[in-house]
């Protein structure tokens, strides 16, 4: 069974097994043909893992697919975001630190550097993939807390290597494998991609790690398909294009978690019914009238006012 089957079974922070060193070449080969003008692997920090796991709560990593310059691919990063134990779809929602993300080098960006690598990662794999569906490009990927521990406690070295990797019949690229640097034969994968589920599934479910599907559907029910529709469209062609796709990563990143956050809250209803009439409702009229500025305004001021109250608590 694939281990993205298993994450409603297993803790999250069992996420991630040892593998062949067969595999290993496989999917590094099989990357390497696929995209050769991509860099193959990149070098992991053992102190930054530590630094990441070493915080409350922490599940495991999400090791999230970044480019310093989406011109340059040789400008990769990743950028290791914490998870809790709280599953949201297929994956551990995000813990969201003020002060920003920790890098595979140990460098710490701010938040908004780290919207802007991301996006830079979309922007590069579109031109290699022009295809490629916005939500379905691959991000990045969890590996579970126990699996990076035994990882990092198996070897004595200060870095370890992260590769990429590609499976062919799930067309699954940046797929990782850890390698320790010094060249001892072990390599840990099986990790869930990232963003797992897309950001707006077309079957809707209280599990549904998108703000703005949950709460349109919580209002709407079956009559919520249309305006989603009108937001789905407003976020491909016009926000990514005309706007700032960063901001839309920045969504993608910390809606689960918000949900989570709103989750919490006694009157649950009561803020998703004035979340909806606020900003939902008022952006799809003004998207409808091609205001899109208006749109994009009331969509960043959501943001603001809904990281504020429930994520930076």
Known sequence: MKQEMQISQISPDQVGEFISESFYQELTENFQQKFPTEVRSVMLSRAAVETVLSGDNVSGIK???GLVDANDPSSRILVLIPCNYT??????NSIINQQGFM???G???SLERTWQVLFNHVLNYKKLDPEAGYTLINRGSFFGRVRLTETLSAVDCDKFVYHFGFI???NLPYKPVIQPANGIKMYTEQAMPCPGTSGCPAVTTS???CALTRITTKMLGTEAASQLNVLRSFRDKILTEHFSGAEVEKYYTISASLLEGIDKVADKDAVFKDLYHKYIATSINAINQNDE????ALFQEAMQHLTKTYLFQ
């Open 63 to 65: 090791f999230m697919n």
């Open 87 to 92: 599953v949201t779809a297929t994956l551990p």
């Open 207 to 209: 599990n549904d790690p």
């Open 107 to 109: 460098e710490v960006i």
């Open 168 to 170: 062919i019949e799930e």
């Open 293 to 296: 500025a208006t749109a994009f």
């Open 103 to 105: 890098t595979n080098t």
